[in-house]
Protein backbone atom coordinates (compact mmCIF):
# COMPACT_ATOMS: atom_id res chain seq x y z
CA UNK A 1 0.00 0.00 0.00
CA UNK A 2 1.43 3.13 -0.91
CA UNK A 3 -0.15 5.90 1.25
CA UNK A 4 -1.24 5.02 4.93
CA UNK A 5 -2.98 8.13 5.42
CA UNK A 6 -5.42 9.30 2.30
CA UNK A 7 -7.51 12.40 3.10
CA UNK A 8 -10.16 13.48 0.23
CA UNK A 9 -11.36 16.72 1.05
CA UNK A 10 -11.83 16.11 4.63
CA UNK A 11 -13.61 19.13 6.29
CA UNK A 12 -15.13 19.36 10.18
CA UNK A 13 -16.67 21.72 11.66
CA UNK A 14 -18.19 22.29 15.29
CA UNK A 15 -20.90 24.28 14.81
CA UNK A 16 -19.72 27.72 12.91
CA UNK A 17 -16.12 26.91 14.16
CA UNK A 18 -14.74 24.91 10.89
CA UNK A 19 -11.81 23.28 12.32
CA UNK A 20 -10.83 21.36 9.22
CA UNK A 21 -11.01 22.73 5.49
CA UNK A 22 -11.32 21.00 2.63
CA UNK A 23 -7.89 18.96 3.28
CA UNK A 24 -6.37 17.18 0.98
CA UNK A 25 -3.26 14.61 1.59
CA UNK A 26 -1.93 11.52 0.97
CA UNK A 27 0.59 10.87 3.08
CA UNK A 28 2.87 7.74 2.96
CA UNK A 29 4.79 6.02 5.65
CA UNK A 30 7.66 7.26 7.51
CA UNK A 31 7.67 9.57 10.43
CA UNK A 32 5.48 12.91 8.96
CA UNK A 33 5.84 16.19 11.15
CA UNK A 34 2.25 17.88 11.54
CA UNK A 35 2.96 21.78 12.28
CA UNK A 36 0.80 24.65 13.64
CA UNK A 37 -0.10 27.13 15.89
CA UNK A 38 -2.37 26.34 18.46
CA UNK A 39 -6.14 26.09 16.92
CA UNK A 40 -4.51 25.05 13.84
CA UNK A 41 -6.66 22.07 12.97
CA UNK A 42 -3.63 19.88 14.35
CA UNK A 43 -5.40 17.78 16.69
CA UNK A 44 -8.81 17.72 14.58
CA UNK A 45 -7.47 15.93 11.86
CA UNK A 46 -5.48 13.21 13.94
CA UNK A 47 -9.09 12.25 15.37
CA UNK A 48 -10.46 12.30 12.46
CA UNK A 49 -7.79 9.94 11.67
CA UNK A 50 -8.89 7.64 14.29
CA UNK A 51 -11.80 7.78 13.71
CA UNK A 52 -13.08 9.90 16.41
CA UNK A 53 -14.34 12.26 15.15
CA UNK A 54 -16.82 12.08 11.80
CA UNK A 55 -15.93 13.87 9.12
CA UNK A 56 -18.35 16.42 8.08
CA UNK A 57 -17.41 16.50 4.69
CA UNK A 58 -15.05 14.37 2.48
CA UNK A 59 -13.74 11.08 3.73
CA UNK A 60 -10.49 9.44 5.62
CA UNK A 61 -8.80 6.58 4.65
CA UNK A 62 -6.39 4.74 6.52
CA UNK A 63 -4.50 1.83 5.64
CA UNK A 64 -7.08 2.36 2.37
CA UNK A 65 -9.82 1.85 5.05
CA UNK A 66 -12.14 4.51 6.85
CA UNK A 67 -11.13 3.97 10.81
CA UNK A 68 -14.75 4.75 11.96
CA UNK A 69 -15.67 1.72 13.98
CA UNK A 70 -13.85 -0.45 11.87
CA UNK A 71 -11.86 -2.59 14.83
CA UNK A 72 -9.64 -3.70 12.27
CA UNK A 73 -8.08 -0.72 11.62
CA UNK A 74 -8.22 0.56 14.98
CA UNK A 75 -6.53 -2.48 16.41
CA UNK A 76 -3.37 -1.30 14.12
CA UNK A 77 -3.51 2.28 15.49
CA UNK A 78 -1.81 3.76 18.60
CA UNK A 79 -2.45 7.21 19.60
CA UNK A 80 -0.84 9.63 22.16
CA UNK A 81 -3.13 12.25 23.23
CA UNK A 82 -2.49 15.80 24.29
CA UNK A 83 -3.85 15.86 27.25
CA UNK A 84 -4.23 14.20 30.13
CA UNK A 85 -6.75 10.91 29.69
CA UNK A 86 -6.60 8.84 32.71
CA UNK A 87 -8.35 7.35 35.73
CA UNK A 88 -6.12 9.36 38.27
CA UNK A 89 -6.66 6.58 40.98
CA UNK A 90 -5.90 3.45 39.47
CA UNK A 91 -2.31 2.65 39.39
CA UNK A 92 0.02 2.49 35.96
CA UNK A 93 0.06 -0.42 35.57
CA UNK A 94 -3.89 -1.18 35.68
CA UNK A 95 -4.36 1.87 33.50
CA UNK A 96 -2.24 0.04 30.90
CA UNK A 97 -3.74 -3.24 31.27
CA UNK A 98 -7.49 -2.23 31.06
CA UNK A 99 -5.89 -0.31 27.63
CA UNK A 100 -4.18 -3.17 26.27
CA UNK A 101 -7.65 -5.45 27.00
CA UNK A 102 -9.53 -3.02 25.11
CA UNK A 103 -6.96 -3.39 22.32
CA UNK A 104 -8.33 -6.73 22.15
CA UNK A 105 -5.76 -8.85 24.10
CA UNK A 106 -6.38 -11.78 26.51
CA UNK A 107 -5.62 -11.42 29.94
CA UNK A 108 -2.04 -13.05 30.07
CA UNK A 109 -1.11 -11.29 27.01
CA UNK A 110 -1.94 -7.94 28.17
CA UNK A 111 0.05 -9.15 31.45
CA UNK A 112 2.89 -9.70 29.82
CA UNK A 113 2.65 -6.74 27.29
CA UNK A 114 2.03 -3.81 30.43
CA UNK A 115 5.10 -5.41 32.32
CA UNK A 116 7.57 -5.34 29.16
CA UNK A 117 6.52 -1.69 28.45
CA UNK A 118 6.95 0.01 32.30
CA UNK A 119 9.75 -2.11 32.24
CA UNK A 120 11.43 -0.15 29.12
CA UNK A 121 9.97 2.75 30.33
CA UNK A 122 12.18 2.26 33.80
CA UNK A 123 8.58 2.73 35.24
CA UNK A 124 8.27 -1.00 37.00
CA UNK A 125 8.81 0.20 40.51
CA UNK A 126 6.06 3.24 40.08
CA UNK A 127 3.96 1.05 38.61
CA UNK A 128 1.61 0.35 41.64
CA UNK A 129 1.18 3.66 42.80
CA UNK A 130 -2.03 5.60 41.51
CA UNK A 131 -1.80 7.31 38.57
CA UNK A 132 -2.82 10.98 40.32
CA UNK A 133 0.86 10.55 42.33
CA UNK A 134 2.94 10.31 39.17
CA UNK A 135 4.70 13.73 37.86
CA UNK A 136 3.74 15.26 34.09
CA UNK A 137 7.02 12.91 32.74
CA UNK A 138 5.54 9.77 34.00
CA UNK A 139 2.50 10.66 32.55
CA UNK A 140 3.85 11.36 29.76
CA UNK A 141 5.49 8.00 29.71
CA UNK A 142 2.42 5.86 30.35
CA UNK A 143 0.46 8.23 27.52
CA UNK A 144 3.55 6.52 25.02
CA UNK A 145 3.29 3.37 26.09
CA UNK A 146 -0.42 2.96 25.89
CA UNK A 147 -0.04 4.19 21.91
CA UNK A 148 2.62 1.64 21.24
CA UNK A 149 2.42 -1.27 23.78
CA UNK A 150 -0.09 -2.94 21.13
CA UNK A 151 2.50 -2.83 18.04
CA UNK A 152 0.40 -0.60 16.06
CA UNK A 153 1.41 0.43 11.95
CA UNK A 154 0.44 3.74 12.01
CA UNK A 155 0.98 6.28 15.68
CA UNK A 156 -0.14 9.24 16.24
CA UNK A 157 1.81 11.33 18.21
CA UNK A 158 -0.44 14.40 19.33
CA UNK A 159 2.47 16.86 21.21
CA UNK A 160 4.43 14.06 22.78
CA UNK A 161 6.99 16.61 23.82
CA UNK A 162 4.67 18.38 26.06
CA UNK A 163 6.24 18.16 29.78
CA UNK A 164 8.78 16.26 29.27
CA UNK A 165 12.22 17.32 30.16
CA UNK A 166 15.21 17.11 28.12
CA UNK A 167 16.41 14.19 29.06
CA UNK A 168 13.43 12.46 28.65
CA UNK A 169 12.62 14.39 24.93
CA UNK A 170 16.07 12.62 23.68
CA UNK A 171 14.60 9.54 24.54
CA UNK A 172 11.56 9.91 22.75
CA UNK A 173 12.95 11.04 19.62
CA UNK A 174 15.08 7.78 19.83
CA UNK A 175 12.05 6.23 20.21
CA UNK A 176 10.79 7.58 17.11
CA UNK A 177 13.33 6.44 15.38
CA UNK A 178 13.19 3.34 16.47
CA UNK A 179 9.67 2.86 15.88
CA UNK A 180 10.41 4.54 12.58
CA UNK A 181 13.55 2.00 11.55
CA UNK A 182 10.64 -1.01 12.79
CA UNK A 183 8.72 0.52 9.59
CA UNK A 184 5.91 2.16 11.73
CA UNK A 185 4.46 5.21 10.42
CA UNK A 186 4.03 7.99 12.99
CA UNK A 187 2.16 11.56 12.70
CA UNK A 188 3.98 13.56 15.16
CA UNK A 189 2.00 16.82 15.87
CA UNK A 190 3.56 19.84 17.58
CA UNK A 191 3.96 23.58 17.11
CA UNK A 192 7.43 23.48 18.47
CA UNK A 193 9.15 23.53 15.15
CA UNK A 194 12.79 22.41 16.08
CA UNK A 195 11.31 19.62 18.25
CA UNK A 196 9.55 18.38 14.72
CA UNK A 197 12.60 19.44 13.21
CA UNK A 198 14.74 17.13 14.75
CA UNK A 199 12.49 14.19 14.29
CA UNK A 200 11.88 14.66 10.48
CA UNK A 201 12.22 16.42 7.57
CA UNK A 202 9.28 15.89 5.99
CA UNK A 203 6.14 18.05 7.56
CA UNK A 204 2.50 18.99 6.69
CA UNK A 205 2.26 22.58 7.43
CA UNK A 206 -1.66 23.19 8.76
CA UNK A 207 -3.22 26.83 9.15
CA UNK A 208 -6.45 27.65 10.18
CA UNK A 209 -7.68 24.08 9.09
CA UNK A 210 -6.09 24.12 6.07
CA UNK A 211 -2.90 22.63 4.77
CA UNK A 212 -0.03 25.38 3.83
CA UNK A 213 2.55 22.58 2.60
CA UNK A 214 3.54 19.07 2.59
CA UNK A 215 7.32 17.52 1.55
CA UNK A 216 10.64 17.87 3.14
CA UNK A 217 11.37 21.32 4.52
CA UNK A 218 13.54 22.14 1.71
CA UNK A 219 10.77 21.83 -0.79
CA UNK A 220 8.92 23.82 0.93
CA UNK A 221 11.27 26.21 1.05
CA UNK A 222 11.02 26.18 -2.54
CA UNK A 223 7.26 26.99 -2.79
CA UNK A 224 8.65 30.67 -0.98
CA UNK A 225 9.54 32.27 -4.13
CA UNK A 226 8.90 35.78 -3.73
CA UNK A 227 9.64 35.82 0.25
CA UNK A 228 13.42 37.80 0.85
CA UNK A 229 15.95 35.33 2.80
CA UNK A 230 17.52 36.23 5.55
CA UNK A 231 21.44 36.49 5.34
CA UNK A 232 23.83 36.98 7.83
CA UNK A 233 27.51 38.32 7.73
CA UNK A 234 30.15 38.74 10.54
CA UNK A 235 32.29 40.97 9.33
CA UNK A 236 34.59 44.11 10.89
CA UNK A 237 33.88 46.22 8.40
CA UNK A 238 30.27 46.01 7.84
CA UNK A 239 29.67 49.01 5.73
CA UNK A 240 32.34 47.92 2.83
CA UNK A 241 30.81 45.02 2.76
CA UNK A 242 27.39 46.25 1.96
CA UNK A 243 29.30 48.80 -0.46
CA UNK A 244 30.49 45.75 -2.60
CA UNK A 245 27.17 43.54 -2.50
CA UNK A 246 24.76 46.39 -3.38
CA UNK A 247 25.08 45.97 -7.01
CA UNK A 248 22.85 43.18 -6.73
CA UNK A 249 19.62 44.06 -7.55
CA UNK A 250 17.71 40.89 -5.76
CA UNK A 251 18.97 42.28 -2.29
CA UNK A 252 16.22 44.20 -0.70
CA UNK A 253 17.09 45.45 2.87
CA UNK A 254 20.11 45.91 4.52
CA UNK A 255 20.60 46.64 9.15
CA UNK A 256 24.00 46.91 10.31
CA UNK A 257 25.31 46.06 13.94
CA UNK A 258 28.56 46.83 15.11
CA UNK A 259 30.19 43.25 13.65
CA UNK A 260 27.61 42.01 11.55
CA UNK A 261 25.20 42.95 8.57
CA UNK A 262 21.87 41.30 7.61
CA UNK A 263 20.81 41.76 4.46
CA UNK A 264 17.43 40.25 2.37
CA UNK A 265 17.62 38.79 -0.81
CA UNK A 266 15.05 37.36 -2.99
CA UNK A 267 17.56 34.95 -4.48
CA UNK A 268 20.08 33.64 -1.99
CA UNK A 269 21.70 31.41 -4.43
CA UNK A 270 22.64 34.76 -6.99
CA UNK A 271 23.76 36.90 -3.50
CA UNK A 272 25.83 33.87 -2.40
CA UNK A 273 27.94 33.36 -5.19
CA UNK A 274 28.27 37.12 -5.22
CA UNK A 275 29.62 36.96 -1.94
CA UNK A 276 32.03 34.11 -2.69
CA UNK A 277 33.21 35.79 -5.08
CA UNK A 278 34.14 38.86 -3.38
CA UNK A 279 35.49 36.91 -0.48
CA UNK A 280 37.64 35.15 -3.17
CA UNK A 281 38.52 37.69 -4.88
CA UNK A 282 39.46 39.43 -1.35
CA UNK A 283 37.57 42.40 -2.02
CA UNK A 284 36.06 41.86 1.31
CA UNK A 285 36.73 40.35 4.64
CA UNK A 286 34.08 38.09 6.19
CA UNK A 287 34.28 36.32 9.59
CA UNK A 288 31.73 34.06 8.71
CA UNK A 289 28.20 34.35 6.75
CA UNK A 290 24.90 32.04 7.22
CA UNK A 291 21.31 31.77 6.19
CA UNK A 292 19.24 32.63 9.16
CA UNK A 293 16.40 31.31 8.03
CA UNK A 294 16.82 27.64 7.09
CA UNK A 295 15.50 26.54 9.75
CA UNK A 296 11.53 24.99 9.96
CA UNK A 297 10.46 28.17 12.19
CA UNK A 298 10.92 30.80 9.42
CA UNK A 299 9.30 28.33 7.08
CA UNK A 300 6.46 28.28 9.02
CA UNK A 301 6.31 31.92 9.81
CA UNK A 302 6.73 32.58 5.79
CA UNK A 303 4.18 30.71 4.43
CA UNK A 304 1.89 31.42 7.38
CA UNK A 305 1.83 35.49 6.67
CA UNK A 306 1.73 34.97 2.99
CA UNK A 307 -1.76 32.77 3.88
CA UNK A 308 -3.34 35.14 6.59
CA UNK A 309 -5.65 38.03 5.12
CA UNK A 310 -3.71 41.27 5.30
CA UNK A 311 -5.44 43.07 8.34
CA UNK A 312 -5.82 40.33 10.35
CA UNK B 1 12.99 7.10 29.60
CA UNK B 2 15.27 4.49 28.42
CA UNK B 3 14.06 2.66 25.60
CA UNK B 4 15.21 -0.20 23.95
CA UNK B 5 15.62 -1.24 20.05
CA UNK B 6 13.78 -4.25 20.60
CA UNK B 7 10.34 -3.80 22.87
CA UNK B 8 7.42 -3.61 20.49
CA UNK B 9 6.95 -7.18 19.21
CA UNK B 10 4.20 -8.21 17.17
CA UNK B 11 1.55 -10.14 18.83
CA UNK B 12 1.12 -13.73 17.31
CA UNK B 13 -1.95 -14.50 19.47
CA UNK B 14 -5.88 -14.21 18.76
CA UNK B 15 -7.33 -10.82 19.29
CA UNK B 16 -10.58 -10.81 21.15
CA UNK B 17 -13.19 -9.57 18.25
CA UNK B 18 -16.42 -10.16 19.97
CA UNK B 19 -17.68 -9.48 23.41
CA UNK B 20 -15.66 -6.72 23.93
CA UNK B 21 -18.22 -5.21 26.25
CA UNK B 22 -16.99 -8.02 28.79
CA UNK B 23 -13.72 -6.22 29.00
CA UNK B 24 -16.06 -2.74 29.64
CA UNK B 25 -17.41 -5.20 32.28
CA UNK B 26 -14.74 -6.81 34.07
CA UNK B 27 -12.92 -2.99 34.28
CA UNK B 28 -15.68 -1.30 36.12
CA UNK B 29 -16.62 -4.48 37.90
CA UNK B 30 -12.55 -4.76 38.95
CA UNK B 31 -12.65 -0.58 40.02
CA UNK B 32 -15.46 -0.54 42.68
CA UNK B 33 -14.72 -4.08 43.93
CA UNK B 34 -11.44 -1.85 45.15
CA UNK B 35 -13.15 0.73 46.78
CA UNK B 36 -13.41 0.59 50.30
CA UNK B 37 -16.75 2.83 50.40
CA UNK B 38 -18.23 -0.53 47.90
CA UNK B 39 -17.03 -3.25 49.97
CA UNK B 40 -18.86 -1.31 52.94
CA UNK B 41 -22.28 -0.55 51.41
CA UNK B 42 -21.97 -3.92 50.45
CA UNK B 43 -21.89 -5.42 53.50
CA UNK B 44 -24.58 -3.04 54.29
CA UNK B 45 -26.49 -4.87 51.66
CA UNK B 46 -25.83 -7.95 52.73
CA UNK B 47 -27.22 -7.84 56.36
CA UNK B 48 -30.53 -8.86 55.44
CA UNK B 49 -29.49 -11.53 53.22
CA UNK B 50 -27.47 -12.83 56.19
CA UNK B 51 -30.38 -12.63 58.38
CA UNK B 52 -32.82 -14.16 56.02
CA UNK B 53 -29.93 -17.24 55.86
CA UNK B 54 -31.00 -17.31 59.89
CA UNK B 55 -34.16 -17.46 59.22
CA UNK B 56 -34.37 -20.25 56.45
CA UNK B 57 -32.06 -22.58 58.68
CA UNK B 58 -34.33 -21.70 62.02
CA UNK B 59 -37.70 -22.03 60.28
CA UNK B 60 -36.21 -25.49 58.59
CA UNK B 61 -35.07 -26.85 61.78
CA UNK B 62 -37.68 -26.11 63.67
CA UNK B 63 -40.32 -27.19 61.11
CA UNK B 64 -38.59 -30.48 60.77
CA UNK B 65 -38.57 -31.00 64.19
CA UNK B 66 -41.57 -30.87 66.54
CA UNK B 67 -39.74 -31.17 69.58
CA UNK B 68 -37.49 -27.90 69.02
CA UNK B 69 -38.01 -25.53 71.33
CA UNK B 70 -38.88 -22.62 68.94
CA UNK B 71 -40.91 -24.76 66.55
CA UNK B 72 -44.10 -22.92 68.27
CA UNK B 73 -43.14 -19.38 68.03
CA UNK B 74 -41.94 -19.81 64.27
CA UNK B 75 -45.68 -21.51 63.86
CA UNK B 76 -47.17 -19.07 65.24
CA UNK B 77 -45.80 -15.71 63.49
CA UNK B 78 -46.47 -16.11 59.98
CA UNK B 79 -44.11 -13.17 58.94
CA UNK B 80 -40.84 -16.15 59.71
CA UNK B 81 -42.39 -18.90 57.49
CA UNK B 82 -40.15 -19.32 54.28
CA UNK B 83 -42.08 -19.30 51.20
CA UNK B 84 -42.25 -17.10 48.12
CA UNK B 85 -43.19 -14.15 49.69
CA UNK B 86 -40.34 -14.36 52.12
CA UNK B 87 -38.50 -14.07 48.62
CA UNK B 88 -40.50 -11.02 47.39
CA UNK B 89 -40.00 -9.26 50.64
CA UNK B 90 -36.76 -10.30 51.20
CA UNK B 91 -36.36 -8.58 46.97
CA UNK B 92 -37.86 -5.59 48.19
CA UNK B 93 -36.37 -4.79 50.92
CA UNK B 94 -33.77 -4.69 49.44
CA UNK B 95 -34.44 -1.71 47.16
CA UNK B 96 -33.06 0.71 49.51
CA UNK B 97 -29.62 -1.02 49.53
CA UNK B 98 -29.23 -1.55 45.63
CA UNK B 99 -30.38 2.06 45.57
CA UNK B 100 -27.89 3.21 47.28
CA UNK B 101 -25.11 0.66 45.89
CA UNK B 102 -26.06 1.27 42.36
CA UNK B 103 -25.73 5.46 42.75
CA UNK B 104 -22.22 4.76 44.06
CA UNK B 105 -21.22 2.40 40.82
CA UNK B 106 -23.36 4.18 38.47
CA UNK B 107 -23.23 7.56 39.27
CA UNK B 108 -19.78 7.68 37.87
CA UNK B 109 -19.70 5.18 35.42
CA UNK B 110 -19.53 7.65 32.38
CA UNK B 111 -19.67 10.73 33.46
CA UNK B 112 -15.77 10.24 35.23
CA UNK B 113 -14.83 8.90 32.17
CA UNK B 114 -16.07 12.02 30.53
CA UNK B 115 -14.24 14.15 33.19
CA UNK B 116 -11.27 12.35 32.49
CA UNK B 117 -11.24 12.68 29.38
CA UNK B 118 -11.03 8.87 28.69
CA UNK B 119 -13.51 8.84 25.85
CA UNK B 120 -10.37 9.81 23.36
CA UNK B 121 -8.72 6.96 24.58
CA UNK B 122 -11.04 4.08 24.80
CA UNK B 123 -12.70 4.73 21.26
CA UNK B 124 -8.93 4.86 20.06
CA UNK B 125 -8.98 1.51 20.54
CA UNK B 126 -11.26 -1.10 18.93
CA UNK B 127 -14.27 -1.13 20.63
CA UNK B 128 -17.61 -0.13 19.73
CA UNK B 129 -19.79 2.34 21.39
CA UNK B 130 -22.14 -0.35 22.41
CA UNK B 131 -19.50 -2.63 23.75
CA UNK B 132 -18.93 0.80 25.83
CA UNK B 133 -22.35 1.09 26.75
CA UNK B 134 -23.36 -2.63 27.14
CA UNK B 135 -20.55 -2.80 29.33
CA UNK B 136 -21.12 0.12 32.03
CA UNK B 137 -25.30 -0.99 32.00
CA UNK B 138 -24.48 -4.94 32.88
CA UNK B 139 -21.51 -4.07 35.65
CA UNK B 140 -24.06 -1.77 37.23
CA UNK B 141 -26.84 -3.87 36.94
CA UNK B 142 -24.80 -6.64 37.95
CA UNK B 143 -24.08 -4.96 41.31
CA UNK B 144 -27.94 -4.82 41.20
CA UNK B 145 -27.99 -8.28 41.00
CA UNK B 146 -25.65 -8.95 43.76
CA UNK B 147 -27.80 -7.75 46.29
CA UNK B 148 -31.50 -9.27 45.19
CA UNK B 149 -31.28 -12.10 43.10
CA UNK B 150 -27.74 -14.00 43.62
CA UNK B 151 -28.67 -13.90 47.50
CA UNK B 152 -31.99 -15.75 46.40
CA UNK B 153 -30.31 -18.18 45.26
CA UNK B 154 -28.28 -18.61 48.11
CA UNK B 155 -31.32 -18.89 50.72
CA UNK B 156 -32.80 -21.15 47.93
CA UNK B 157 -30.20 -23.23 48.21
CA UNK B 158 -29.55 -22.87 51.91
CA UNK B 159 -33.82 -24.02 51.67
CA UNK B 160 -32.62 -26.94 49.98
CA UNK B 161 -30.09 -27.99 51.55
CA UNK B 162 -31.63 -27.97 55.38
CA UNK B 163 -35.03 -29.61 53.96
CA UNK B 164 -35.11 -32.82 55.18
CA UNK B 165 -36.36 -35.03 51.75
CA UNK B 166 -34.20 -32.88 49.82
CA UNK B 167 -32.74 -34.64 46.83
CA UNK B 168 -31.87 -33.50 43.00
CA UNK B 169 -35.65 -33.91 41.80
CA UNK B 170 -36.51 -31.52 44.65
CA UNK B 171 -34.33 -28.75 43.05
CA UNK B 172 -36.84 -27.74 39.93
CA UNK B 173 -39.42 -27.11 42.37
CA UNK B 174 -37.05 -24.01 42.98
CA UNK B 175 -37.11 -23.43 39.04
CA UNK B 176 -40.22 -21.25 39.43
CA UNK B 177 -38.80 -19.01 42.21
CA UNK B 178 -36.07 -18.93 40.59
CA UNK B 179 -37.55 -17.58 37.77
CA UNK B 180 -39.84 -15.25 39.92
CA UNK B 181 -36.98 -13.85 42.10
CA UNK B 182 -35.17 -12.94 38.93
CA UNK B 183 -37.83 -11.27 37.26
CA UNK B 184 -38.77 -8.99 40.49
CA UNK B 185 -35.16 -8.66 40.87
CA UNK B 186 -34.51 -7.33 37.06
CA UNK B 187 -37.66 -5.00 37.49
CA UNK B 188 -36.14 -3.60 40.58
CA UNK B 189 -32.45 -3.58 39.10
CA UNK B 190 -32.79 -3.02 35.72
CA UNK B 191 -35.07 0.54 35.46
CA UNK B 192 -32.80 2.07 38.78
CA UNK B 193 -29.29 1.01 36.50
CA UNK B 194 -30.50 2.67 33.15
CA UNK B 195 -32.00 5.37 35.30
CA UNK B 196 -28.53 6.33 37.12
CA UNK B 197 -26.58 5.43 33.89
CA UNK B 198 -28.72 7.88 31.70
CA UNK B 199 -27.38 10.41 34.98
CA UNK B 200 -24.78 9.46 34.35
CA UNK B 201 -23.81 10.40 30.82
CA UNK B 202 -25.59 13.72 30.91
CA UNK B 203 -25.01 14.95 34.69
CA UNK B 204 -21.28 16.09 34.54
CA UNK B 205 -20.37 14.85 37.80
CA UNK B 206 -21.21 12.06 40.21
CA UNK B 207 -22.61 13.79 42.93
CA UNK B 208 -24.57 15.90 40.70
CA UNK B 209 -25.88 12.50 39.19
CA UNK B 210 -26.60 11.12 42.66
CA UNK B 211 -28.80 14.14 43.92
CA UNK B 212 -30.34 14.69 40.39
CA UNK B 213 -31.10 10.79 40.45
CA UNK B 214 -32.59 11.35 44.31
CA UNK B 215 -34.50 14.55 43.67
CA UNK B 216 -36.05 12.58 40.72
CA UNK B 217 -37.15 9.25 42.52
CA UNK B 218 -38.42 12.15 45.48
CA UNK B 219 -40.18 14.09 42.96
CA UNK B 220 -41.94 11.20 41.03
CA UNK B 221 -42.99 9.72 44.29
CA UNK B 222 -44.40 12.91 45.89
CA UNK B 223 -45.98 13.92 42.86
CA UNK B 224 -48.13 10.16 42.93
CA UNK B 225 -49.04 10.89 46.23
CA UNK B 226 -49.63 14.28 46.01
CA UNK B 227 -52.25 13.40 43.07
CA UNK B 228 -53.59 10.68 44.97
CA UNK B 229 -54.28 12.83 47.75
CA UNK B 230 -55.75 15.96 46.19
CA UNK B 231 -58.14 13.35 43.66
CA UNK B 232 -58.71 10.88 46.66
CA UNK B 233 -57.52 7.67 44.73
CA UNK B 234 -54.95 5.94 45.78
CA UNK B 235 -54.26 4.49 42.21
CA UNK B 236 -52.42 7.12 40.78
CA UNK B 237 -50.11 5.97 43.36
CA UNK B 238 -48.92 4.24 40.30
CA UNK B 239 -47.22 7.20 38.70
CA UNK B 240 -44.24 6.80 41.16
CA UNK B 241 -42.13 4.02 40.16
CA UNK B 242 -40.92 2.61 42.87
CA UNK B 243 -44.37 1.79 43.78
CA UNK B 244 -45.01 0.45 40.65
CA UNK B 245 -41.92 -1.94 40.92
CA UNK B 246 -42.73 -3.31 44.02
CA UNK B 247 -46.45 -3.59 42.20
CA UNK B 248 -44.90 -5.41 40.08
CA UNK B 249 -43.66 -7.84 42.26
CA UNK B 250 -46.60 -8.30 43.78
CA UNK B 251 -47.69 -9.35 40.38
CA UNK B 252 -44.57 -11.77 40.32
CA UNK B 253 -45.21 -13.60 43.12
CA UNK B 254 -48.81 -13.82 42.46
CA UNK B 255 -49.15 -11.61 45.96
CA UNK B 256 -52.85 -11.20 45.63
CA UNK B 257 -53.08 -8.62 49.21
CA UNK B 258 -53.07 -5.17 47.72
CA UNK B 259 -50.86 -3.19 49.64
CA UNK B 260 -50.68 -0.17 47.22
CA UNK B 261 -53.39 0.89 45.44
CA UNK B 262 -56.92 1.37 46.55
CA UNK B 263 -58.64 -1.14 44.19
CA UNK B 264 -57.96 -4.46 42.40
CA UNK B 265 -58.67 -2.49 38.88
CA UNK B 266 -55.14 -1.62 38.60
CA UNK B 267 -53.82 -2.45 34.71
CA UNK B 268 -50.74 -5.16 35.12
CA UNK B 269 -50.04 -3.92 31.58
CA UNK B 270 -50.21 -0.82 32.11
CA UNK B 271 -47.72 -0.74 35.27
CA UNK B 272 -45.51 -3.05 32.95
CA UNK B 273 -45.42 -0.57 30.06
CA UNK B 274 -45.31 2.32 32.68
CA UNK B 275 -41.51 0.50 33.77
CA UNK B 276 -40.23 -0.44 30.28
CA UNK B 277 -40.86 2.84 28.88
CA UNK B 278 -38.75 4.31 31.82
CA UNK B 279 -36.12 2.02 30.85
CA UNK B 280 -36.48 2.63 27.31
CA UNK B 281 -36.02 6.55 27.73
CA UNK B 282 -32.94 5.83 30.09
CA UNK B 283 -31.39 3.62 27.95
CA UNK B 284 -32.27 6.42 24.89
CA UNK B 285 -30.61 8.52 27.05
CA UNK B 286 -27.60 6.97 27.36
CA UNK B 287 -27.53 5.96 23.69
CA UNK B 288 -27.49 9.58 22.52
CA UNK B 289 -25.09 11.29 25.00
CA UNK B 290 -22.73 7.82 24.08
CA UNK B 291 -22.83 8.63 20.42
CA UNK B 292 -22.63 12.10 20.95
CA UNK B 293 -19.47 11.42 22.94
CA UNK B 294 -18.30 8.76 20.40
CA UNK B 295 -18.95 11.08 17.53
CA UNK B 296 -17.30 13.84 18.53
Redesign the interface.
Known amino acids: MEYQIEAVELSKWFGEVVALNNVSIQIPSGVIGLLGPNGAGKSTFI?LA?????PSKGKILILGEKPR?N??I??Q?G?C?E??????E?SGY?FLY??A??????AK?AKK?VL??LE???MTNKMYDPIATYSK?MRQ?IK?A?A????PTVIFLDEPMNG?DP??RE??I??IN??S??GKTILFSSHVLHEVERVTDTVILIYNGRILAFGKVREIRDLIQNHPRKIVIRTFEPKKVYAQLSIDPNITSVSFDTDEITIHTVDPGITFKLLNDLIVEDKISVLSYRCADEDLQSVFQYLVSTHIPKGL | MPVYPFTYRPFEGKYIRRFRWWVVFSEEVRLWNKSRVFQLLFLLGIIQPLIRFFQVLAYNSAMQDPNHPLAPLIRTVTWLKVDAEMYYHFIRLQAPSVLILLLFVGAGAICADRKNRLWEIYFSKPIHWYDYLIGKILAVCFAGYALTFLPSLILMFADYITQKNSSIFTLVNYLPLIWKSFLFSSVMVVPCALGIIAGSSIFPTENITVISVITIIVANTTLAGLLSNFLKDANYMQISLPVAVYFMGQKIFNITRNMFFRTEDISTLNILSYILISSLVFLFISIIQVRKAERG
Open positions: KLGLYKNPRLSLYPMDHFVEIEWLRYSGFDERSIRFKGRLQIMHDLSAELYLTLSQ
